[in-house]
């Protein structure tokens, strides 16, 4: 398994971003997939998860901003990010069971 996120970048504190992340070599549609943030000096963290049912639960952090979805057609899981914060800035990670896709950097200024 193979996974490939991409589409961060810098924003203005309210902007928007959307992450992608392109599965290869696993069946992606019967796999929950996650997204996790890790923030330089801390520790990592649950943003969002969706299973291949499209059941989604995020981090109380992120409800209600962020937005996890999945195109099994696409092998591709999606990450809105709505209403960006300066503590959102981090190295978002795509995961699908064990495995974690290179990171993609997010930040966001006041």
């Known amino acids: 398994v193979q996974l490939q996120a991409s589409g961060g970048g810098s924003v203005q504190e309210g902007g928007s971003l959307r992450l992608s992340c392109r599965a290869s070599?696993?069946?992606?549609?019967?796999?929950?997939m996650s997204w996790f943030r890790q923030a330089q000096g801390e520790q990592r963290e649950l943003v969002a998860s969706?299973?291949?049912?499209?059941?989604?639960n995020y981090a109380e952090s992120v409800k209600g901003r962020f937005t996890i979805s999945r195109d099994n057609a696409k092998n591709t899981v999606f990450l809105q990010m709505d209403s960006l914060k300066p503590e959102d800035t981090a190295a978002y990670y795509c995961?699908?069971?064990?495995?974690r896709g290179q990171g993609t950097q997010v930040t966001v200024s006041s």
């Open positions: 995961a699908q069971g064990a495995v």
């Open positions: 070599g696993s069946i992606f549609s019967i796999g929950a």
């Open positions: 969706i299973t291949s049912g499209d059941s989604a």
